[in-house]
């Protein structure tokens, strides 16, 4: 079974902090994906890697940054947290094009106060 | 431009009556489709999958899709509700695997 996991499912910062999220993923796949969700809105693309140390900025990357050293590990930053980045962040993984969906972590709930 | 388009946010049914939850797409190029069903504060977990080989779909729990190229559909269907189908779930489209344009989503509601 694919698995993707995530550093944290609840995760309380206060504003200003540095946040790190992480992903794992134990396929070996090539992209990796971060997204926010948001009642309403559906869900939106932060980042995207396709490779290790590249990386593609997604519709919404303001105040995120990411980095992706190795190719099973996806790091989302938030450089300097804020209350509009409180929300349910999920990270997901795919073979390059051509070869399948996406499989998606359990998320990770960020509350920033 | 590529589009998904869940036209319904909300769908409610009775435990055992059918369950339909429409989608449409946009693609200038052949798509690949699927659904994804979210439980309450869990991960996106894949129902089912089409990527241009039979048109009827099946997935898991009992859950089907028609892909229709001339009404750009692709509706998902259960024949028969049950408690536990009640979740969030999201119609997906890409063309190259590398973007996926997610629809945004359609809570259902599944009446004892």
């Known amino acids: 079974d694919v698995k993707v996991t995530q550093s944290s499912r609840y995760l309380v910062k206060r504003t200003g902090e540095k946040v790190f999220l992480e992903c794992v993923q134990d396929?070996?796949?090539?992209?990796m994906f971060w997204y926010r969700q948001d009642p309403g809105l559906g869900l939106r693309l932060i980042y995207f890697?396709?490779?290790?140390?590249?990386?593609e900025k997604g519709d919404i990357p303001e105040g995120y940054s990411v980095s992706r050293e190795k190719k099973e590990r996806f790091s989302l930053i938030l450089e300097s947290a804020s209350t509009n980045q409180t929300s349910m962040y999920l990270c997901?993984?795919?073979?390059?094009?051509?070869?399948?969906?996406?499989?998606f972590g359990p998320g990770t709930r960020l509350t920033v106060t | 431009a590529q589009s998904v388009t869940q036209l319904d946010s909300h769908v409610s049914v009775s435990e055992g009556t059918p369950v339909l939850l429409r989608c449409n797409y946009s693609?200038?190029?052949?798509?690949?489709l699927f659904w994804y069903v979210q439980h309450p504060n869990k991960g996106l977990q894949l129902l089912l999958k089409y990527t241009s080989a039979a048109t009827l779909v099946k997935g898991i729990n009992g859950f089907e899709a028609e892909f229709k190229k001339s009404e750009t559909s692709f509706h998902l269907t259960k024949p028969s509700a049950h408690m536990s189908d009640a979740a969030e779930y999201f119609c997906v489209h890409t063309y190259n695997f590398n973007k996926f344009y997610f629809g945004s989503g359609t809570k259902l509601n599944v009446k004892p």
């Open positions: 693609s200038s190029y052949s798509p690949s």
């Open positions: 890697s396709y490779d290790v140390k590249m990386k």
């Open positions: 997901a993984s795919s073979f390059r094009q051509g070869r399948g969906e996406q499989y």
């Open positions: 396929m070996d796949h090539e992209n």
